[in-house]
Structures are given as C-alpha cells and as structure tokens.
C-alpha cells in the first residue's frame, strides 16, 4: 500500500509561484511513475505533469514553460514548481503513483487547494 500527503498549497496572485510536495510512504517503488494532476470546479481531473523513475517527464499542453516536476527518490518526494500562475490554474491538485507493470494511477493523495486570483 502507498500512502501520498501533498502540501504546499495555497492562495497566490496571478504571476506568482507556488511550490507542491508529495510525500510518499508504505510500500513506495522508487520505479514509480508519479503524476501531479488537478481538478477545476465542474471539470474532469486531467493531468498536469509526469515523471518517470529515470527522470523523464511529461507536461500537459498548459503547463509546458511554467511548471516544473521533480521527485527524490531517496527521500520519496515528488515536487511540482509551479510559476507564472494563471487564474485558470485555480484547482485541487493531486499527487498519484503509478506502479511499474501497472497501465493506471492507482494511489492518489487527498489533494491541496490551489487558487490563484487576478
């Protein structure tokens, strides 16, 4: 079982930065994929950025050039730095784990609360 807490959340100017953390514990794979996600009032949870246990990453379209994911294996941390906030990034994000051999994100964490007013 993997158990995820993100933090760092919070209220922010548009422009401003914020920096999310997702710590992992129980039976973390340190060969986990790790994805931070979010979910906007009234709309579906997308995803917003992915790494892979080599360092790969994935961004989606909206965060390309502001957002920046990281993980420590050795500490089970997983970050998203997050400039340039938009209004539009207003949302409860998510940190989640895929596990290797494994085709979905199957441990979420409880979410952390990010808006950003203009």
């Not at 360092?55 to 089970?76: L, M, P, Q, V």
């Not at 949302?91 to 441990?107: D, H, I, N, S």
């Amino acid at each position: 079982q993997v158990q995820l807490v993100e933090s760092g959340g919070g209220l922010v100017q548009a422009g401003g930065s914020l920096r999310l953390s997702c710590a992992a514990s129980g039976g973390f794979a340190s060969n986990a994929v790790m994805g931070w996600f979010r979910q906007a009032p009234g709309k579906e949870r997308a995803i917003v950025a992915r790494i892979w246990s080599g360092g790969s990453t994935h961004y989606a379209e909206s965060a390309k050039g502001r957002f920046t994911i990281s993980r420590d294996n050795a500490k089970k941390t997983v970050s998203l730095q997050m400039n340039s906030l938009k209004p539009e990034d207003t949302a409860v994000y998510y940190c989640a784990a895929q596990l290797p051999g494994t085709a979905e994100f199957k441990y979420w964490g409880q979410g952390t609360q990010v808006t950003v007013s203009s």
